[in-house]
């Protein structure tokens, strides 16, 4: 089952968001400690200002994945796919694809462009979202720093 999130859900949402950050710090922008730090208060704020969505498994949450609209007022036409996660023992069994699906379908009716960012060097992510239709548009240098390690990121984007 496939759901968008609600400030009920933060306990849950949390501790599947640690696993992501401490298993993949390569893979998003806040670090664990980030993570760990954050408060009910943070993440209606971040429910709010966009959309998470989750997939469920048997009553757990096992997937992740948001959505948020660029805010500058000549932006806002693009929308910015973040924090894909699918957790290790059901990966390969199309979660991360049904996420990605619905987070197209969620801003389809209102934006023009879906943009996101993922390391150069992960290739399966980049192959699953060339499977969905976004291509590489350049390349951010350095883009994040991991333990004394830079890593750099493609920028890619989805036309709707």
Do not use: C
């Not at 704020?45 to 959505?67: H, P, R």
């Not at 948020?68 to 910015?80: C, G, I, L, S």
């Amino acid at each position: 089952m496939l759901r968008q999130l609600e400030i009920s859900d933060f306990t849950e949402w949390k501790k599947l968001r640690l696993e992501a950050v401490k298993n993949h710090p390569e893979s998003f922008g806040q670090s664990y400690q980030g993570v760990e730090k954050q408060n009910e208060k943070w993440f209606q704020n971040s429910l709010e200002n966009g959309d998470t969505f989750a997939y469920f498994k048997d009553n757990q949450m096992v997937g992740l994945v948001g959505t948020f609209t660029m805010q500058p007022e000549n932006m806002r036409h693009r929308a910015v796919l973040f924090g894909l996660y699918v957790k290790k023992e059901y990966t390969r069994k199309g979660i991360a694809s049904a996420l990605i699906k619905q987070i197209i379908n969620h801003v389809k009716p209102t934006h023009k462009q879906l943009h996101l960012t993922v390391t150069t060097n992960n290739e399966a992510a980049i192959s699953l979202y060339k499977k969905h239709g976004f291509v590489i548009y350049g390349t951010e240098s350095s883009a994040l720093l991991i333990n004394n390690k830079y890593y750099d990121e493609f920028l890619m984007i989805k036309k709707l």
